[in-house]
């Protein structure tokens, strides 16, 4: 699988958890427990109720592309890609395949976890019927 990847959030207190859970090949996101419901990017208080108390919780880590921009000025090409949780935020991330001109809006992506410098992992998704 090809595919050069960068990083794409800034490391900060809020969201530590979540790359603390990355590095060991688990997705995370914030969740509130009074709504019930998980958004991204971690906030002081949860946008769908305004509640200031909430929990990292884990995500499936299953979604579907909601949109795709392939950067083929680079080598191998970089993809961007908005992804739609199965949770119901969206994430922004890079997407890996064989071959980028198969990636397409409306597919099933799965999250996988890159080694960026042997202690920080990138969080990436690929298709699901790849192996």
């Not at 509130?32 to 990017?41: A, P, V």
């Not at 409306?106 to 992992?121: A, D, I, S």
């Amino acid at each position: 699988m090809s595919g050069k990847t960068q990083n794409l959030a800034d490391r900060t207190p809020e969201n530590a958890p979540f790359w603390a859970a990355a590095a060991e090949g688990r997705l995370a996101l914030p969740y509130c427990e009074d709504c019930g419901t998980f958004h991204w990017l971690p906030r002081g208080q949860c946008p769908h109720c305004g509640n200031l108390q909430w929990k990292w919780r884990a995500a499936s880590g299953r979604g579907t592309v909601h949109s795709v921009s392939i950067m083929h000025r680079e080598s191998p090409p970089v993809t961007h890609a908005i992804v739609l949780l199965e949770e119901g935020v969206a994430m922004m991330t890079h997407l890996l395949a064989d071959d980028a001109g198969s990636l397409r809006t409306g597919m099933k992506v799965t999250c996988v976890f890159q080694p960026l410098n042997g202690v920080e992992h990138a969080v990436l998704f690929k298709p699901e019927t790849e192996g």
